[in-house]
């Protein structure tokens, strides 16, 4: 709860397409990607609850196995949120605040979870927040996998791109890109929302939910995450990520 | 009926292309040909280039034209435009409604393309400014930092400005590409309230005017437009544009 209001928390998760398969359940540091996700988003001060989707068998016994919800979704979803959506219907509560957390981010801890929530809450205007980082110029035109975000001054997100924005212009000036998080708290108004909007275009080409608010002109806000953090697409990804974790547990372990 | 006015930024000094607006078109200096071509617009009732360089003013008034002294320390044309309306407006002892901004560097500008962008202000009180918006037709075109490509939303509002090919190819077999086309007619109060908005770094990092309006959470609208249009960035521009007009 965040001022009185409930939070429900999903994780989305699929074994996945030919690029990396079985990509939620690879080890990182001794465990499944997708439980150092749900054990982070377990330490939110303001989950009320929080639940694997899937559409696996596989992925739904490892969670049991685990100790965690799980929710069987449908194997037709297009879009992350729209499994979310299911998800959050499926659990048949009233809910204020929903945050679809991206089962391939296995480094955002539950503080910036929570974050990210107290800035939907404390932003009446706002349908949804993502997090972001900061990125080079270099590393993110050769990144497709990771989706860049131009801002406006109230960092309300403009535009979401899978080409590194802005522009390298006139070749003199270099910037850094902020890149999407997928860590994406949003108001259960604008997640009924989503599924009844229409599909819009750069949704679909740029392959990214988060443009189907934005095409309809409702606002994104992003806000940075100083926390070193790694998605994981593929397996240089993932080891990179695991050399993360592992920096962190060492010394926690010990 | 609104006062409509145009007005043309035009400078020398452009790095990209020094005394682009004075090259000549077919024995013309492309300033003239735009000149020309605006001021034949019915809607308007003054048409002004706005410029820093005392060749230009001189060029415009010789052809009977009106032309508007204004800073060399401007950073972007509307700032440019701002000043010449005000100075306009003090000389003539008026207010305009609305100021069509044409940049000097389209000599093919049709009258046709002013009343396009104005169409939708008419009707709609809440529209500040509107572009042009027009199809690009090869990947060359899109891959060309001096084309600002434009994504709309749903009503056709800008969402962004970029000189990188946006939207992303190679997800999807056929993708809509779309360019500015820099026919940008103003509400007057809006065109003094943008001078007074700060620069932005989208704004600055894309040199695009407009991202400053959108940085700033305001609407700028889209207008499709059913002309060709030819910008003018490079001398190769230029020769390719001079074949077109010597053939009409």
New interface residues.
């Given amino acids: 709860m965040i001022n009185g209001k409930s939070v429900l928390v999903v994780i989305p998760a699929r074994m996945g397409g030919y690029r990396f398969p079985n990509k939620p359940l690879r080890m990182i540091y001794g465990k499944e990607m997708l439980r150092w996700v749900w054990e982070h988003a377990s330490q939110s001060q303001y989950a009320d609850e929080i639940a694997i989707a899937t559409p696996n068998e596989e992925i739904v016994k490892a969670c049991e196995a685990f100790g965690a919800k799980v929710i069987l979704t449908s194997d037709n979803h297009r879009r992350g949120t729209e499994r979310v959506y299911e998800a959050y219907k499926a659990t048949e509560k009233k809910w204020d605040i929903v945050v679809n957390f991206q089962g391939d981010e296995p480094l955002v801890t539950g503080e910036w979870l929570d974050k990210a929530i107290v800035e939907l809450e404390s932003n009446s205007d706002v349908s949804c927040v993502n997090l972001y980082k900061w990125m080079s110029y270099n590393e993110s035109e050769r990144d497709q996998n990771e989706v860049k975000v131009v801002v406006d001054v109230q960092s309300n997100a403009m535009y979401f791109s899978r080409n590194p924005l802005p522009a390298l212009w006139l070749g003199d000036k270099k910037f850094e890109c902020r890149v999407e998080i997928c860590v994406m708290p949003m108001t259960a108004q604008a997640l009924e929302n989503f599924v009844l909007l229409p599909n819009a275009y750069y949704e679909e080409i740029e392959s990214v939910d988060m443009m189907r608010f934005v095409e309809n002109g409702l606002k994104v806000r992003m806000l940075e995450c100083t926390l070193p953090v790694k998605s994981v697409d593929c397996q240089e990804d993932l080891d990179e990520a695991e050399k993360m974790i592992e920096a962190i547990y060492k010394v926690k372990d010990k | 009926m609104a006062n409509i006015i145009a007005i043309i930024p035009a400078r020398m000094g452009s790095s990209r292309f020094p005394g682009k607006p004075m090259a000549k078109i077919l024995g013309k200096p492309m300033i003239g040909h735009v000149y020309e071509r605006v001021s034949k617009s019915e809607l308007l009732t003054l048409t002004a280039v706005a410029t820093c360089d005392q060749e230009i003013a001189d060029y415009i008034e010789s052809i009977g034209g009106t032309a508007v002294m204004t800073s060399d320390t401007h950073e972007r044309a509307s700032d440019r435009c701002a000043e010449a309306l005000e100075k306009l407006e003090r000389a003539n002892n008026t207010k305009y409604d609305i100021i069509v901004m044409v940049q000097g560097d389209e000599p093919m500008t049709d009258p046709g393309m002013i009343s396009e962008a104005i169409e939708p202000m008419l009707h709609d009180k809440d529209i500040l400014v509107t572009n042009l918006l027009g199809k690009i037709e090869s990947m060359e075109e899109f891959e060309d ?1 001096n084309c600002i490509k434009v ?1 709309c ?3 056709n ?1 800008a ?2 400005f ?7 190819r ?3 077999n056929k ?2 590409m779309h360019k500015q086309v820099c026919i940008i007619p103003f509400r007057r109060d809006f065109l003094l309230e943008y001078i007074q908005l700060s620069p ?1 770094a ?1 704004e600055i ?3 695009v005017d407009m991202m400053r309006i ?4 305001k609407k700028v609208r889209m207008v499709p437009t059913s002309y060709n249009t030819n910008a003018v960035d490079t001398l190769e521009d230029l020769k390719k544009v001079e074949k077109i007009m010597s053939t009409l």
């Fill in positions: 930092k994504v939303d749903l009503e509002n969402l962004y970029s000189r990188e090919p946006i939207p992303t190679g997800r999807m993708i809509p932005t989208l990092a894309e040199s959108l940085e700033h959470g």
